[in-house]
């Protein structure tokens, strides 16, 4: 992969699944068909971002039943059954933790770099968030009677898939954490004994992740539950400037960080950030029906610029298109707002340089 340009244009994560590729999915097919058709699905999906002009592509996460129920692919100890909560498909840990054959998230990006030239792009989910999600009191007591021993034991099977990534050759892998944005409303904060502790495990728990790993871009997510307008659901809000000190004590190069949505807070916390982190800049809403012009999206990022250099931003929707199995988003929609993001990123270029 070439050097990547000024304001590089990328996706956070997830792209919408067609019905074909979902159905596909929950089929019993033979391990060799369905590979053949999952592969030839995400070569579709590469080339829709390839030609909307993006810099760095995932694979949309086709592959994936769930985007942290991919969890259970690398550990034994869940269980896959129905929350009672909402009656969506739930994956929750019921025994201990214990290794699979590692590599299914590193084995996404090695395909991924085989068929495109760009820059590519690996999601991995937070400990921390997958102990808000995956941890039950009722059905995970036994094993793990305290949610953050379950945590902790997730920080290894995560690293060794971390470790993979970097051998793959993946650009830049991203760990997505909502569960440290839930420390910015002051309504979840009131919930917790302690915000300060609890959101320090957090960055601790990605700290032990990725410490001690070089030679590729380590990524944090910032989502504070902007994909939860793609499924209808109340969003959490509040600007950043509770989590400043656990953000700036991130082990990490890159943060990315939402600003469509109303309650997003001030840019200028750009200012109490670490000097040295890149900036994925939130430019592009992923709410259904709203495309946002390339001139509404030069227009945040000059926003940004006040406070950071050009060459620390990264131009990249708020969130992943397709957060959650319930979503439902149209693909073209998708790929219009990518064409108008890259075209964005043009724009800047011939403004601030190369």
């Known amino acids: 992969?070439?050097?990547?340009?000024?304001?590089?244009?990328?996706?956070?994560?997830?792209?919408?699944?067609?019905?074909?590729?979902?159905?596909?999915?929950?089929?019993?097919?033979?391990?060799?068909?369905?590979?053949?058709?999952?592969?030839?699905?995400?070569?579709?999906?590469?080339?829709?971002?390839?030609?909307?002009?993006?810099?760095?592509?995932?694979d949309g996460e086709w592959g994936r039943k769930s985007y942290i129920g991919v969890i259970a692919e690398l550990a034994h100890g869940f269980e896959e059954s129905i929350n009672p909560a909402d009656g969506r498909p739930w994956t929750v840990v019921t025994e201990k933790l214990s290794p699979k054959t590692p590599g299914f998230i590193a084995r996404e990006a090695t395909f991924l770099k085989s068929i495109t030239r760009k820059g590519i792009k690996s999601?991995?989910?937070?400990?921390?968030?997958?102990?808000?999600?995956?941890w039950d009191k009722e059905?995970?007591?036994?094993?793990?009677?305290?949610?953050?021993?379950?945590?902790?034991?997730?920080?290894?099977?995560?690293?060794?898939?971390?470790e993979l990534l970097q051998k793959a050759g993946a650009t830049i892998v991203q760990i997505d954490d909502p569960h440290l944005c839930l420390f910015v409303d002051p309504e979840v904060r009131k919930t917790f004994d302690n915000p300060e502790k609890a959101s320090d495990f957090a960055v601790d728990m990605v700290n032990q992740m990725v410490d001690g790993i070089d030679g590729i871009k380590l990524a944090v997510h910032l989502c504070k539950r902007a994909g939860a307008r793609v499924r209808g659901e109340k969003q959490h809000e509040g600007g950043y400037g509770p989590i400043i000190e656990q953000?700036?004590?991130?082990?990490?190069?890159?943060?990315?960080?939402?600003?469509?949505?109303?309650?997003?807070?001030?840019?200028?916390?750009?200012?109490?950030?670490?000097?040295?982190?890149?900036?994925?800049?939130?430019?592009?809403?992923?709410?259904?029906?709203?495309?946002?012009?390339?001139?509404?999206?030069?227009?945040?990022?000059?926003?940004?610029?006040?406070?950071?250099?050009?060459?620390?931003?990264?131009?990249?929707?708020?969130?992943?298109?397709?957060?959650?199995?319930?979503?439902?988003?149209?693909?073209?929609?998708?790929?219009?707002k990518l064409k108008y993001e890259a075209e964005a990123s043009r724009l800047l270029r011939e403004e601030f340089g190369n």
């Open 1 to 58: 992969m070439s050097k990547l340009p000024l304001f590089p244009a990328s996706v956070i994560g997830s792209i919408p699944r067609p019905q074909f590729v979902l159905d596909l999915i929950m089929a019993e097919e033979e391990p060799e068909d369905y590979q053949e058709k999952m592969e030839a699905a995400i070569r579709y999906n590469v080339a829709m971002q390839e030609h909307a002009g993006l810099d760095i592509l995932t």
């Open 123 to 134: 999601t991995l989910p937070s400990p921390a968030l997958l102990g808000e999600r995956m």
């Open 139 to 162: 059905v995970s007591s036994r094993a793990y009677p305290n949610r953050d021993d379950f945590v902790r034991d997730c920080v290894p099977i995560l690293r060794k898939e971390l």
């Open 247 to 336: 953000l700036n004590n991130l082990k990490v190069h890159h943060l990315t960080m939402e600003f469509t949505a109303p309650g997003s807070g001030d840019m200028a916390v750009f200012k109490e950030l670490r000097e040295d982190f890149e900036i994925g800049l939130g430019c592009v809403s992923c709410t259904p029906g709203q495309v946002d012009t390339p001139e509404v999206i030069v227009a945040r990022v000059k926003q940004a610029l006040v406070f950071l250099a050009p060459e620390r931003i990264h131009l990249n929707p708020d969130c992943g298109f397709a957060p959650g199995s319930s979503a439902k988003v149209e693909m073209d929609e998708v790929y219009q």
